[in-house]
């Protein structure tokens, strides 16, 4: 037994208080919350934006003026030269056609208040030459869809005002042409070293990397402490090496086929361009954390990762929603960045559901940056083919972000429109992207010929100088650095390169994935452990006491207050009949008051689907909120948080992944609304859930709870689909798995049980995911109940529960099953009071308890068959991975029992359900008919 947990005297001693006497609602008196609930999104108040009358004044007098300026600004981007190979077709904008406005181009106007830029009096004919230059040019904006008007007038005089006024110094201009030339050089190194290695290069998006350059600079000036980045394929190894110092030596290992982590850890690994990365990197005197995300190859399937790592983030950094400033908003400390590719933003459904979770209670991040690192083609699909709307960027108007959009052959534009967009995003906390207009130089890959599907494109690229080569002209041209310069640089880079290539056969990489708030964990064990979860009788009544313990003032509903309130604390009372939903509650309260966080989120997880949870309540008066759990005691350190989540299940689930890998302190639970709906969130589970710690050392001790059970709901919400999880995991079929297995799950039958389980996830030195086949019948099934005395110190989950109803020596058939389908099994030997057969749960799927099985076989000596019985279809659920560890592992044929294979979950007539379900028990306990 080992346990990593202890009370405090204090809590003990407020506990012989006898608090169970005191009626519930004199037990808290504070801590009301408004819908948002603890935790949840906090913007930044709004304000009334009021015109200077004066400004007011001017506009009418020259309304015709400010019809062609607000014509620009909504239009002029549809002409704007963003197109750095020149083959874009020009477009027709009939809303500039000065003769629409009854303008003269010699009339003058007094511009106060209509144009930020230039001079105050102009000429109608100077007015459009100056409009042309700032909506027609190599940058552009896109903000007549924001929302509200204060935003629309700042960001049109920000914009306006900035223009050709964020001059760079000649000092930051060398910087940046030598950093693209070393980035450049960078790209020509691996063409030249290793010609048959997808890289993915940057080049004709060097000036990408001006844009990273201001974000980290700009977030030094805000005081933002950290920055998550996602990133896909595309310049990712040379952002890596040149900005985030990256050792290029493990590039180059990976290269040539090495692994990029050291011998002593148990990891599998992942593809060149899924490399990633944590540092601080210093400006002038103040520094910022970056973190680059790993990234699967399913381009946009980072995003949700990211925001839910920055959320993380700020919750223990205290960040906007988690401070106790009334003044701090949401991303004071912590800034998310997500890298896009043109054609996957416009096409991936991940993009827009992370959109939306952009300003949803408990899933903003205070505004996230976004930058379009736009190829003008996707794979080998032209642009026009990829996409119905004009821009790929189109896809964030559905949540009002402005659009910066700037050619890629001026530098410094793009930090120009970097620092716009960083000056928006800490101005209004909102989600603000930059459309890089660029190209591809080579391939999707660099093995690939683009000329087989681009030939004009290409025929353009191959002509053309690339742009480090031109900006690094135009550095020397206006006399800032000299030529010898910029060639030494490119030199001392390539220098460098070639020393760490060197390296390759003696270096010896360094894991870092049990640093920071990761150290004191360890990699899961090889050999199962047990781990005295239990809790002391006492304390559980008071935590079940407190979680329905409401304020006077609070108007429950009847219902609620009858049949949850006071039926919860009449079971903690007697100690016994404790349902599903009070061993939460316990399980999350003796957490929270341990000083672990507690996260809950999916569609209703305050209510529960199936109205059992209420771990809010809801003033039936007032429509506030209160959340008991978070009132536990004034020692209180951890706290709960309840995220009714938006109507999604990749992105929200990808969100409380990536808030999982932050924080171990955290324990995340995702429920689905019924166990099937995970499968729109599979991608996720895939290449994260399941995969994450194998490819990337990374722990992550998310809970799936998936809502499961044949209960004749139809094809759909009846099966969790139990085999594909088992299929994903890595559990042997001819050896003993041990704790370390990629996942566990578990079919569990009592509330103790899931009890012992959420609380074994926190209080284990290290993090699985755990997939929960989760109950719907049991919740109020009064069979399916547990006591207090199954939770108290000494207890644990149990892999297996043998039967104790029956006398061993009697058992002659024994029934291996799992999940709820043990009551009807249990249900029907009753009534037929077959005491020669033996019905035996198996609890956990995986890790498969071997040695738990073994000795419960030894105990039926005189069993003559073994079967295993399953309410699921017999190509779904446990069936095709019991059969296998049974016959290998415990040498043990098992008779199926169980539905015939069928294509869907489950037959969509009553009666034809019904009539199934009768045939598998009356089978189960039928001699086998065929021997």
Not at 71 to 88: C, F, Q, V
Not at 169 to 197: G, H, I
Not at 823 to 834: C, G, S
Not at 889 to 913: D, E, I, K, Q
């Amino acid at each position: 037994m080992m346990t990593f947990y202890k009370f405090s005297r204090s809590l003990k001693a407020y506990i012989e208080l006898s608090i169970l006497k005191h009626k519930a609602n004199d037990l808290v008196t504070r801590c009301y919350h408004t819908k948002e609930g603890v935790f949840g999104y906090k913007p930044s108040k709004p304000k009334e934006y009021v015109l200077d009358a004066a400004i007011s004044n001017n506009r009418i007098n020259h309304s015709n003026l400010v019809r062609l300026v607000t014509a620009y600004r909504e239009h002029g981007h549809k002409k704007a030269n963003i197109d750095p190979l020149g083959l874009a077709k020009p477009m027709l904008v009939p809303e500039l056609d000065l003769a629409s406005y009854g303008l003269s181009e010699t009339n003058t106007h007094n511009l106060h208040g209509i144009l930020y830029h230039g001079a105050q009096q102009a000429t109608t004919a100077e007015v459009v030459e100056t409009l042309e230059k700032l909506y027609c040019g190599a940058m552009s904006i896109e903000y007549h869809h924001l929302h509200e008007f204060e935003e629309r007038e700042w960001f049109a005089q920000k914009y306006e005002q900035s223009f050709n006024t964020n001059v760079l110094s000649p000092e930051r201009k060398v910087d940046y042409a030598k950093l693209m030339l070393k980035c450049q050089a960078f790209d020509l190194f691996l063409a030249n070293k290793f010609t048959t290695v997808k890289r993915y290069g940057g080049e004709g998006a060097e000036s990408m990397m001006g844009f990273f350059d201001e974000v980290f600079s700009s977030s030094c000036e805000f005081d933002v402490e950290d920055v998550v980045m996602c990133m896909p394929h595309r310049g990712r190894l040379n952002l890596l090496a040149t900005m985030l110092e990256f050792p290029a030596v493990i590039m180059f290992q990976k290269m040539k086929g090495l692994p990029e982590f050291p011998p002593n850890v148990d990891c599998k690994g992942d593809v060149l361009s899924h490399l990633f990365t944590s540092v601080d990197l210093k400006y002038k005197d103040k520094s910022v954390h970056v973190s680059l995300i790993p990234n699967p190859s399913h381009l946009e399937a980072n995003n949700p990762v990211a925001a839910g790592k920055a959320r993380a983030k700020q919750q223990y950094e205290q960040d906007g929603a988690y401070s106790d400033d009334p003044d701090a908003v949401q991303g004071d400390k912590v800034l998310c960045v997500q890298i896009h590719g043109d054609a996957s933003f416009a096409g991936q459904g991940i993009v827009p559901e992370t959109a939306h979770l952009a300003y949803a209670p408990h899933f903003s991040v205070g505004g996230s940056l976004h930058l379009i690192v736009n190829n003008q083609v996707g794979f080998t699909t032209e642009a026009h083919m990829g996409r119905s709307s004009l821009y790929s960027s189109d896809v964030g108007k559905i949540i009002g972000s402005p659009v910066i959009r700037v050619n890629g052959d001026f530098p410094e534009q793009v930090i120009a429109a970097t620092k716009l967009a960083m000056e928006y995003r800490q101005r209004f906390r909102k989600d603000i992207i930059i459309d890089l207009m660029c190209y591809r130089r080579w391939g999707h890959n660099e093995m690939d010929d683009p000329s087989f599907t681009q030939p004009l494109m290409y025929d353009v690229i191959r002509n053309r100088k690339s742009i480090p080569d031109l900006y690094a002209e135009k550095v020397i041209n206006e006399g800032h650095c000299s030529s010898q310069e910029l060639e030494e640089v490119t030199e001392q880079w390539n220098s460098h390169i070639n020393q760490e290539i060197a390296k390759v056969d003696s270096h010896v990489p360094k894991a870092k994935h049990l640093e920071s708030q990761w150290s004191g964990l360890v990699q899961a064990p090889h050999e199962l452990t047990e781990w005295d979860t239990g809790v002391a009788t006492d304390v559980l009544q008071y935590i079940g006491a407190r979680s329905v313990a409401v304020p006077e003032s609070l108007t429950v509903h009847p219902t609620l207050l009858k049949m949850h309130i006071g039926k919860r604390l009449q079971k903690l009372e007697k100690g016994t009949d404790i349902d599903w939903a009070t061993a939460e509650a316990l399980a999350m309260g003796s957490l929270l008051y341990q000083g672990h966080n507690v996260r809950i989120s999916g569609q209703d997880v305050g209510r529960g689907t199936f109205s059992h949870r209420h771990a809010m309540l809801v003033d039936q008066n007032t429509d506030e909120m209160y959340i008991p759990l978070n009132d536990l005691s004034a020692e209180q350190s951890g706290h709960l948080e309840i995220a009714n989540s938006i109507l999604s299940e990749e992105a929200v689930l990808g969100f409380e992944y990536g808030m999982s890998i932050e924080n171990p302190r955290t324990l995340v639970i995702w429920e689905a609304q019924f166990g099937d709906f995970f499968n729109g969130a599979q991608i996720i589970i895939d290449t994260y859930v399941t995969s994450g710690e194998a490819k990337w050392l990374l722990q992550s001790g998310l809970v799936m709870l998936l809502p499961h059970g044949m209960d004749g709901a139809g094809p759909e919400h009846s099966s969790s689909k139990i085999e594909r999880f088992l299929q994903q995991c890595d559990s042997k079929e001819d050896g003993v798995d041990g704790d370390n297995v990629n996942i566990h799950i578990v079919n569990p039958t009592t509330p103790a049980q899931y009890f012992h389980l959420l609380r074994r996830q926190q209080i284990r030195n290290f993090r699985k995911p755990l997939i929960v086949i989760a109950p719907k019948t049991l919740l109020r099934l009064p069979a399916a109940v547990s006591s207090l005395s199954d939770m108290a110190p000494g207890s644990t989950f149990k892999p297996i529960i043998g039967d104790n109803s029956v006398q061993s020596s009697d058992v002659e058939r024994v029934i291996f099953c799992s999940g709820k389908h043990y009551y009807a099994l249990e249900n029907h030997r009753e009534k037929i009071k077959a005491k020669n057969t033996a019905i035996v749960r198996v609890e956990s799927l995986c890790p498969f308890p071997t040695e738990q099985l073994q000795q419960e076989i030894k105990n039926y000596t005189n069993a003559k068959e073994y079967l295993w019985c399953q309410e699921e279809q017999q190509n779904s659920g446990a069936w095709s991975f019991m059969a296998p560890r049974f016959r290998n592992l415990l040498n043990t044929n098992l008779r199926y029992v169980g539905r015939g294979p069928l294509s869907m979950p489950a037959v969509g007539v009553g009666a034809w359900h019904q009539k199934e379900a009768e045939d598998i028990i009356l089978n189960a306990f039928q001699p086998d008919k065929s021997s």
